[in-house]
């Protein structure tokens, strides 16, 4: 793995180029990450290292630093880049054109940092045929160097969520893979979309709006991007929100 002269360095002295760049402060940094200020000076200042790869993924979200950058800080820190995991069904369209400014849309949206009850979650309504599930898929391929993980699931009804949460666990190597019973495995994946961070899942065909409340956890710890006919989606999960929060 080869690094531009730019990222290349002490981990402290690319925090600190990093943070710099993104125009943030010791504390702005420190607030986001809930660590006190003092953690991030001796990171920079005195050659402490984070002691694991989730500490420098949230330092990734904090700084949105991608590519190149986010390798760099993960070697400079010593530590294996993660492994790119993605169950994408359809590969790239190369003749995929158009439509910049929904994808820059959706861009900002899922990154608003904007506390929610099933997380930061864009939905891309219409009727069928105006091209929701391509224009998905063209998202994810363009911004797949800010995620670890892209999954899939198709959602049209419960089956074909039990089925992909299924496919996704197996995929992620989940201890419960192979539970004998589907809700253990279902609820397995659950845990890991609250507890992981730097992934983004799309839910492909949503109509059932009550579904989701089985197979998301109350908060999520990356991105989920929904397609869907409904064009009343945004008003329903602000109340399905407000019921999780009540329960």
């Known amino acids: 793995m080869t690094f531009d002269g730019e990222d ?24 986001c990450l809930g660590v006190h200020r003092n953690t991030v000076v001796k990171w920079e200042q005195k050659g402490i290292l984070p ?3 989730t500490r420098i993924e949230e330092i990734v979200q904090c700084l949105n630093v991608r590519g190149s950058q986010r390798e760099a800080l993960f070697k400079a820190a010593l530590l294996p880049l993660p492994q790119f ?14 439509r910049s400014q929904e994808l820059e849309d959706l861009h900002a949206q899922l990154h608003h940092r904007q506390t ?19 224009l998905a898929v063209e998202y994810a391929y363009r911004h797949q160097n800010e995620y ?14 039990i089925a992909s949460f299924t496919e996704i666990a197996i995929l992620l190597n989940l201890p419960e893979k192979n539970a004998p019973k589907q809700a253990i495995t279902v609820q397995a994946v659950k845990r890991w ?11 492909d065909n949503v109509d059932l709006l009550d ?12 991105h989920v991007l929904i397609t ?11 109340m399905l929100s407000a019921e999780a929060g009540d329960r």
């Open 8 to 31: 290349e360095g002490s981990f402290g002295d690319l925090l600190a180029r990093y943070r710099t760049e993104a125009r943030m402060s010791q504390r702005r940094l420190a607030d």
């Open 51 to 53: 002691r694991d790869r």
């Open 85 to 98: 995991m993605q169950n994408l069904p359809y590969p790239r369209n190369p003749f995929f054109t158009g």
């Open 116 to 134: 929610a009850a099933i997380g930061q979650t864009q939905s891309i309504h219409g009727l069928g045929g105006i091209g929701k599930t391509q």
């Open 148 to 161: 670890q993980y892209l999954l899939w699931a198709g959602a049209e009804n419960a089956e074909a969520l």
């Open 193 to 203: 979309l609250q507890r992981q961070q730097g992934w983004l899942l799309i839910l």
């Open 211 to 222: 579904l989701l409340a089985d197979f998301l956890p109350v908060t999520v710890g990356g």
């Open 228 to 238: 869907t006919r409904r064009a009343d989606l945004s008003t329903a999960l602000v």
